[in-house]
């Protein structure tokens, strides 16, 4: 079975093939090069190359592939701005951590690039990656990640703040729904593996799967993929105008589904996905680091209560959505 | 005359609501009593079918001016937007409504469905039995040919809307008892026909819109058949995934509203909670969409219609929660109208993972026909 079946949608299934081969066949970059991700990158106005671009990171994670895609994302509107060839500047993310204050990340391997720092109120700036003084973290997911050291305080800006403003909230919308492509990606696939696990797997003299209450919970996890699949879709088509966090709302709800399905395949796999050797991790490993990246499920699904109640705006989603029409 | 495209059709539409038509306005209050929410919305959509919004997205040989489902899912969601407190029984134009047109007599449907959107005759569906829910297909209300028309006996239950019903489709056997689900035929029947007594069950929520339909010889003329005879269960699958696929965008647009009216006198407390309800109705405009998207392209929706009736459920009831949570008055009873309508609307989200299909049945669904297991 494929989650990603979209009857009405053959193009982006195209794509999604594509994406998947690259992905599973070539490592880091060489992924994104045969599938030209830099070249398509400036051109995200266009549907066919926006369908290119977050198939790729929904293959990215199906495949747990280890590639700079998301913060090339998070940098296009810079790089445009800057006048910086696409593809020689990966945006770092800036995280407020509770402990231990702003720290800064990069995803993927950087490849010796350089790197796009974006902070609010102090402007844009492009650093070389030596300088950011990279250090790798451990962490599940099959991804790397680099925690660099960086003082802003002091440095000329590359773009000042004034200019960066509103390419952010571009640079922000799509990077969040590039990531809840890729957290569809993930989740979609360790859920696959759940289903095709209770299929396999015998107690009883039967297959698990043959079970109502296994049954229930793995259609459950279909849903939550489901659901995100149809609000990434449409948070692309709606990305050159979208309503009031909209990217947001996918994000949060990407996250949050992305975490309910781990739980639910890890529910089928039994022990055996609690172990090292098992792939579970790697999937909720990539799943936690996601939704935990620009902008976390609890803390913006918070936000955006706190804005229902006090804006007494309509976000009008519905509205938007049936005008922005397909793909 | 010949609808517009969807931007223009909509612009217009939006400057007519902007006159404010006090059947408009009506409609936009909360009203406890049944009888009075079926007048006003009798009224809205006459003057809705009079000034032709809502004639577009039905066929023209039907009485429409032509375009498809999305210029009906504009007109809801903007009368949504507007204030208006819920579809009532004009739920079934969204429901059986687009199977009749696709499958009903042409002739009979050409006459009956106008009649339906200016709101002069109404409609019911007739499916469920006593001893019939889930499994539908061990329905026993017989049809029987004799001459020109079937004699229809037996008895439905959970009837939406009967009593305000002028015609029924309904669901019966045209084989014989072991023939289940290849032996029904759906036919369309008039309810003042003698022979039909509609019995309303005051429900739990103090409201009596579903009722007992008994048939003792009921003569439908032969020719009331939509489909083939014998065709009843293609019928009932084609409507059940309107019911769980397209009819969820519609439904949606009015628990947007009634979150947005819960958050404006909500507690900070519950903002976490607040943002995740906003999140699930997301989910049903998503996936809701991506229905009537693929209806107005023609394509068959099948079983995949089981997410987003489960995804609807579980907004209305996510949206509910938090209007409780917000309202100790509609647990302890307060005489104001919109406190009535809010305890009825919440109690009822109690039930909606039952009817359509139970949330049960949706997740079997799932499990057999898209994941494929065992």
């Keep these: ?327 | 005359m010949t609808v517009p495209e969807l931007g223009e059709y909509v612009r217009g539409l939006e400057s007519w609501l902007d006159a404010a038509p006090p059947a408009l306005v009506a409609a936009c209050e909360p009203e406890p009593d049944y009888e009075r929410r079926v007048e006003v919305m009798r009224a809205l959509m006459g003057e809705l079918h009079a000034a032709g919004w809502s004639r577009a997205g039905w066929p023209v040989d039907l009485g429409g001016t032509g375009g498809t489902i999305l210029h009906r899912a504009a007109m809801w969601e903007a009368l949504a937007r507007r204030g208006v407190q819920g579809m009532a029984l004009f739920e079934h134009l969204e429901i059986l409504a687009p199977v009749l047109a696709a499958d009903g007599p042409r002739d009979l449907v050409a006459e009956l469905l106008p009649a339906f959107l200016s709101g002069r005759e109404l409609w019911a569906q007739g499916f469920s039995e006593p001893d019939a829910g889930s499994d539908l297909a061990s329905l026993r209300t017989t049809a029987v040919l004799d001459g020109d028309a079937y004699v229809v006996n037996g008895t439905k239950i959970w009837t939406s809307w009967a009593r305000y019903a002028t015609w029924c489709l309904l669901l019966a056997r045209t084989g014989d008892a072991a023939s289940r689900h290849r032996g029904l035929t759906a036919l369309v029947v008039d309810l003042r026909d003698p022979g039909v007594e509609v019995l309303p069950i005051v429900q739990a929520n103090g409201t009596d819109e579903l009722a007992q339909v008994h048939f003792s010889d009921v003569r439908v003329p032969a020719g009331r058949v939509v489909g083939e005879p014998g065709g009843g269960w293609a019928v009932a699958m084609h409507i059940l995934s309107h019911e769980r696929g397209t009819f969820a965008w519609f439904r949606h647009c009015f628990q947007y509203q009634q979150l947005l009216d819960c958050a404006r006198h909500a507690a900070g407390r519950d903002d976490a909670a607040l943002g995740d309800a906003l999140l699930d109705l997301l989910a049903v405009t998503a996936t809701g969409y991506e229905g009537v998207a693929a209806h107005a392209a023609g394509d068959v929706l099948g079983p995949r219609a089981a997410f987003t009736k489960l995804l609807l459920c579980a907004a209305e009831q996510s949206v509910h929660d938090r209007v409780l949570a917000n309202d100790t008055d509609l647990a302890v009873g307060v005489q104001d109208a919109d406190v009535a309508v809010r305890r009825q609307e919440y109690l009822f989200s109690r039930i909606v993972t039952v009817y359509g299909g139970s949330q049960q049945m949706q997740l079997d669904t799932i499990a057999k026909q898209i994941l494929a297991l065992p």
Excluded at chain 1, 145 to 163: I, M, S, T, W
Aim: aromatic share 6%.
């Design chain 1, 1 to 327: 079975m494929s989650l990603a079946a979209v009857p009405d949608a053959p193009p982006e299934a195209e794509f999604l093939s594509t994406a998947a081969r690259a992905m599973s066949s070539e490592r880091g970059d060489a992924a994104l090069d045969r599938l030209s991700f830099w070249e398509l990158l400036p051109e995200l106005d266009d549907d066919e190359a926006a369908a290119a671009v977050f198939s790729a990171l929904r293959a990215q994670g199906r495949a747990l592939a280890d590639t700079p895609a998301l913060g090339g994302l998070l940098a296009q509107p810079f790089a445009t701005a800057l006048g910086v060839e696409q593809g020689t500047v990966i945006a770092a993310i800036r995280r407020d951590t509770p402990r231990r204050g702003e720290v800064w990340v990069a995803v993927g391997d950087t490849g010796g690039r350089r790197l796009l720092l974006d902070a609010p109120g102090r402007g844009t700036h492009v650093l070389d990656a030596d300088a950011a003084a990279p250090q790798p973290v451990v962490v599940a997911g099959r991804t790397t990640v680099v925690e660099l050291e960086v003082d802003l305080d002091g440095r000329a800006p590359d773009l000042p703040d004034r200019a960066a403003a509103p390419l952010r909230d571009r640079a922000t919308y799509l990077a969040r729904v590039g990531a809840s492509a890729e957290l569809l990606g993930a989740a979609e696939r360790v859920v696959d593996l759940a289903v095709e696990y209770a299929g396999a797997r015998e107690q009883f003299g039967r297959p698990i799967g043959t079970f109502q209450a296994l049954r229930h919970l793995l259609a459950w996890a279909a849903t939550d993929c489901v659901a995100v699949e149809a609000v990434v879709r449409r948070a692309v088509a709606l990305r050159r105008d979208p309503p009031p966090r909209f990217g947001d709302a996918a994000k949060a709800l990407a996250g949050r589904n992305g975490m309910r399905a781990c739980q639910r395949a890890l529910q089928a796999f039994g022990g055996i996905g609690f172990t090292a050797e098992h792939e579970h991790h790697h999937f909720h490993g990539r799943v936690l680091l996601l939704d935990a990246l620009l902008g976390s499920s609890a803390e913006l699904t918070h936000e955006l209560g706190t804005w229902v109640r006090t804006s007494g705006d309509d976000p009008a989603y519905a509205e938007a959505v049936l005008h922005a029409g397909a793909p």
